[in-house]
């Protein structure tokens, strides 16, 4: 079992420092290493920057007096977004669980206690309170677990790049090497055109 994010999101600012989305975005996507504070997918892997968006934890709709406050705000994917839309179990914008039921801010420890990924990269629910996100964020999609793996591949290949160049600087045979790195760049691109053919991405 794996940690469903790469790194825990932490937020560089508190309270209302910008009173629009597109200010606040050029803070939350580095905060969020440009990844999807919900599925930790890389924006780039789905049109970057400009396509993702400023998720508010506790709905604006239902809490406008935290429509700007930093602390409320996520980098999220279109996919996790519109998903979780408004949907709010508490009356509260501090009550964001009820009866196992609810969200848990994934800039918080908790998050972790709720949600995990399968060795495959599927997301998968550890509780009764991570099913709940799990169905309500669509977290079952099939293109989180491609992209975790696309990801997962690219983050090796670039490793192993490094480790042919010091290698060869020290006039090492790195011949084997160069075989496992193709044979990485031949299961990336399977992966990512199996994203790009999939209807139920």
């Known amino acids: 079992m794996r940690t469903i994010k790469i790194r825990k999101p932490v937020r560089s600012h508190t309270g209302e420092k910008w009173i629009t989305n597109s200010s606040n975005k050029k ?4 905060d969020f290493d440009n990844r999807c504070a919900y599925c930790d997918d890389l924006d780039s892997y789905s049109g970057g920057y400009n ?3 400023v998720e508010h934890f506790a709905p604006k709709e239902k809490f406008r007096e935290l429509q700007h406050t930093y602390d409320n705000l996520l980098y999220s994917c279109p996919y996790c977004n519109i998903s979780k839309s408004n949907k709010w179990v508490g009356n509260t914008a501090q009550e964001c669980v009820v009866a196992e039921k609810g969200f848990v801010d994934p800039c918080t420890d908790e998050y972790y206690d709720h949600l995990a990924r399968d060795d495959s990269g599927n997301i998968i629910s550890l509780t009764p309170l ?3 996100m799990y169905f309500e964020l669509k977290l079952y999609l099939r ?3 491609i992209l975790y793996n696309i990801d997962q591949l690219r983050i ?3 490793a192993l790049k490094s480790k042919i160049i010091e290698k060869q600087s020290r006039g090492e045979d790195v011949t084997k090497l160069k ?3 193709n044979l990485l760049s031949d299961v990336l691109c399977d992966y990512y055109d199996l994203f ?4 139920d991405c």
């Open 156 to 158: 090796r290949r670039v």
């Open 130 to 132: 991570g099913e709940y």
């Open 27 to 30: 803070y939350l996507a580095p």
């Open 179 to 181: 075989v496992i790195r």
């Open 196 to 199: 790009l053919i999939d209807e």
């Open 143 to 145: 293109r989180h677990s």
């Open 51 to 53: 396509a993702y968006h």
